[in-house]
């Protein structure tokens, strides 16, 4: 059984930065061959992908948060990272991590994230 779990989320000022952590844990599961992103949903709106990171380390950012969000990743501590900066309240939703490896596919619970002065 694989399961991920977010951390890191919470309530922050606008201008601010989180950082979201995403462990992966299972037996016998490593997330070094796992293409890995990071989706939000926010109230009344679809989910949208923010980053996502292939197993090479390659990037890719949502128009909406490119110069703001950095993802990363760590395989020796099958986690993932968004480091979220200059937040502003569009950023408000749950963020989900994601990991995906031709028919396999993962999802985390998801952690609030609320940009509110």
């Known amino acids: 059984q694989v399961q991920l779990v977010e951390s890191g989320g919470g309530l922050v000022q606008p201008g601010g930065s989180l950082r979201l952590s995403c462990a992966a844990s299972g037996s016998i599961f490593s997330i070094s061959s796992y293409a890995l992103g990071w989706d939000r949903q926010a109230p009344g709106k679809q989910r949208e992908l923010v980053a996502s990171i292939s197993s090479g380390g390659s990037s890719n950012y949502a128009e909406s948060v490119k110069g703001r969000f950095t993802i990363s990743r760590d395989n020796a501590k099958n986690t993932v990272f968004l480091q979220m900066n200059s937040l502003n309240v569009e950023d408000t939703a749950v963020y989900y991590c994601?990991?995906?490896?031709?028919?396999?596919?993962?999802w985390g619970q998801g952690t609030q994230v609320t940009v509110s002065s």
């Open positions: 994601n990991a995906a490896r031709s028919v396999f596919s993962y």
